[in-house]
């Protein structure tokens, strides 16, 4: 899994800000306090890029072995469907900070709506349209990487048995990297919007940095 870009939007000590700017300034006050509760995600992000490594070595064990070590594919399989679920609950305990960061968020489109100024307003609404893009396409890259673990729990599981065959094997990776590619194009599509977040923020800071 790649790692998934938390880009903080951190606010800036705004010297000599007027009353002008006041509710703007509010605004992406709470934003921040929004970013905040996303921080256990760079540690969910540690852990998962660590688990994926130990994936990867263990599958590629299993995928240098002969038939004949049945043994030590079993093993490594049982290996990997204990990964698999460590991975499940850090995925749980990121899906839990956007939640909690989605609450706070919105408390800052209600501050957002009682900004005046036609200019503040716009670069307002223009930040919480891509955080609107932000909170959907986490959603949709959530469950593409649950779709992903549980196609694997389901090959690791199949591989503890006793004797699995070649074609069944072959069959359920072909899924799996199926599910795979879905999940690295909303992963591209999610970190873009990221990107189009840094962009908005700095519009937002300039403007504060302006009055």
């Known amino acids: 899994m790649k790692k998934i870009a938390i880009m903080g939007l951190s606010v800036l000590m705004l010297a000599g800000c007027g009353h002008s700017t006041d509710k703007l300034a509010a605004f992406y006050t709470q934003i921040d306090t929004v970013n905040q509760k996303e921080k256990p995600v760079i540690e969910v992000n540690k852990n998962l890029q660590k688990l994926e490594s130990e994936k990867v070595e263990r599958f590629n064990k299993i995928s ?82 649950q779709d992903v673990l549980k196609k694997e729990n389901d090959l690791f599981k199949y591989l503890e048995g006793k004797k699995p065959e070649t074609e069944e094997v072959n069959s359920m990776i072909e899924k799996l990297n199926k599910s795979t590619e879905s999940f690295q194009q909303k992963m591209t599509s999610y970190n873009k919007t990221m990107e189009k977040i840094q962009k908005e923020s700095a519009d937002v800071v300039k403007l504060l940095n302006s009055k």
């Open 64 to 145: 240098q072995a002969k038939k004949q070590d049945i043994k030590m594919i079993n093993s490594n399989a049982q290996k990997l469907v204990e990964n698999t679920e460590a991975r499940k609950q850090a995925i749980d305990k990121e899906i839990k900070a956007y939640d909690d960061s989605e609450t706070a968020y919105r408390k800052a489109k209600d501050l957002a709506k009682d900004i005046k100024n036609k200019e503040q307003k716009k670069e307002a609404a223009d930040l919480t349209a891509v955080m609107d893009e932000k909170y959907a396409g986490h959603d949709e890259l959530m469950a593409s990487y």
